[in-house]
Structure formats: C-alpha cells, structure tokens
C-alpha cells in the first residue's frame, strides 16, 4: 500500500502523512526519549556507563525500525544513533555480513555443546552495542539461529538496533518449514 492507502507503514500509522509519520509524532518527544537513553534522567551511570546499556536497572533490548517504503530514513536514523552513543564498543554491520560473519564463527568454533552461545560471548565482548542495517532472513540457516542468537546477546546485555524494509511477522515470509499461525 501506498502512502494515505492504510497500508500500515509502521508504529505511528495514525500520525500525518509526512514521509517521516512512523518515527516522530510530535516535535518535544525525541529530545526527551535521547535524554532518557543516555541519561536515564539523572547524568550516566557507574563507570560512565549509560541507562542505555543497563546501569542501575533494567535496559533497553533493541530497537526495530521498519517501513515498507525504502529511502524514508531509517538506516539514516540508525546511522546518527549509532554515531551519537557514547561508547567504544560497538558495531554498525548490514545484516547479510553479520551473518555472514556469525556462520563462520560458529564453524570456527567447532565442535561445543552450544556453539551460538560461544558465538554470543565473542560478539557481546566485541560490541554491547549492535547495529544491523536492513534485517531480511531468506535463508533457513539463519531463520533456524537468529531467534537464539538474539536471545543469547540479549542475555548478555548487548542491545540490538535493526532496520528493515519488512514487518517484524514478515522477516522470514513464505520461508521453508515455516509455521502456520491460525
């Protein structure tokens, strides 16, 4: 669907029109929600540390940006993110090198009762923060890994930011072995 035809472009279908409608609805609210990520509304935490990445309580797990159209924004989006957070230790990839990388490294790691949890230990070591840029599973391999991979980097307190031309239901659609939902 078209822009104005209900499509469904996002988490603010309701807001107007403008090519921008599913990351900001009103001009106050990114400043304070920046505010709250690296300051937790009181400075940085312990160690400099950020609210972001789980000082002094619970933390963010990822951000999902997703919109049908490409060419709206949102790698640009991730990008100034990225480029703002202040920390050293993360990494900005296009989701097919990820994987890419991920497979070699659960083969180099060889024959380990969970081969993606020593691949998460390596990954959350490098980086607590990962950006992936233009997230699509098409391959069986990574649809059978990533939900576990995700989970055990969460666990690990890495924060992952994806962007995708696809709904979140929609990631690995028409794939094999793909359950129906009722």
């Known amino acids: 669907a078209g822009e104005g035809e209900g499509g469904g472009d996002g988490a603010a279908e309701h807001a107007s029109n403008s090519p921008g409608r599913a990351l900001v609805q009103e001009e106050a609210r990114p400043v304070s929600m920046w505010e709250s990520l690296f300051s937790g509304g009181g400075g940085a935490g312990a160690g400099g540390e950020s609210s972001l990445f789980g000082s002094g309580g619970a933390h963010v797990r990822g ?41 070699g490294r659960t083969h180099r790691v060889g024959s380990v009762a969970d081969p993606l949890a020593t691949v998460a230990d390596g990954l959350a070591a490098e980086a607590r923060l990962l950006c992936l840029d233009e997230l699509m599973v098409t391959d069986v391999a990574d649809a059978m890994m990533i939900g576990r991979l995700f989970d055990a980097l969460w666990a690990r307190g890495v924060v992952v930011v994806g962007t995708s031309n696809r709904h979140p239901t929609e990631l690995y659609e028409n794939g094999l072995q793909r359950v129906e939902q009722p």
């Open 63 to 103: 951000l999902y940006l997703w919109s049908r159209s490409p060419g709206t924004g949102k790698t640009m989006l991730m990008d100034m993110f990225f480029d703002a957070v202040p920390l050293a230790a993360k990494r900005r990839v296009h989701f097919h090198d990820f994987m890419l990388d991920v497979h």
